[in-house]
């Protein structure tokens, strides 16, 4: 079992920035990919950015290229998701995402196994 802890989340002005965290606890972090998703009210759970359990391979969603960066520090069992230039078409919650059977920086949410609360962004103008 995988537990997952989103934080980092808050109101931010469009255009400024924000870094979200992923603190996991359970079997070794290094073993699975993680990813990170977002949700809007009445919409659809959205794929954000993914990294593979080593840190060398990554993957985001086109809405999010170049204004995103993942990374993970696998001896503090952390992802971190670095937002810059945010919109307020960003507003969501985010997720945390844990796959622990594929290997790969997915971006269908049906690849990963474990989950976690979610953190509010609001992004006003």
């Known amino acids: 079992q995988v537990q997952l802890v989103e934080s980092g989340g808050g109101l931010v002005q469009a255009g400024g920035s924000l870094r979200l965290s992923c603190a996991a606890s359970?079997?070794?972090?290094?073993?699975?990919?993680m990813g990170w998703f977002r949700q809007a009210p009445g919409k659809e759970r959205e794929f954000v950015a993914a990294?593979?359990?080593?840190?060398?391979?990554?993957n985001y969603a086109d809405s999010v290229k170049g204004r995103a960066t993942i990374s993970r520090d696998n001896a503090k069992n952390t992802v971190y998701l670095q937002m810059n230039s945010l919109k307020p078409e960003d507003t969501a919650v985010y997720y945390c995402?844990?796959?622990?059977?594929?290997?790969?920086?997915?971006?269908?949410?049906?690849?990963?196994?474990?989950w976690g609360q979610g953190t509010q962004v609001t992004v006003s103008l």
């Open positions: 995402a844990a796959d622990q059977r594929y290997g790969r920086p997915a971006g269908h949410p049906s690849m990963y196994d474990y």
């Open positions: 990294i593979s359990g080593g840190g060398s391979i990554t």
């Open positions: 359970g079997r070794p972090f290094s073993s699975y990919a």
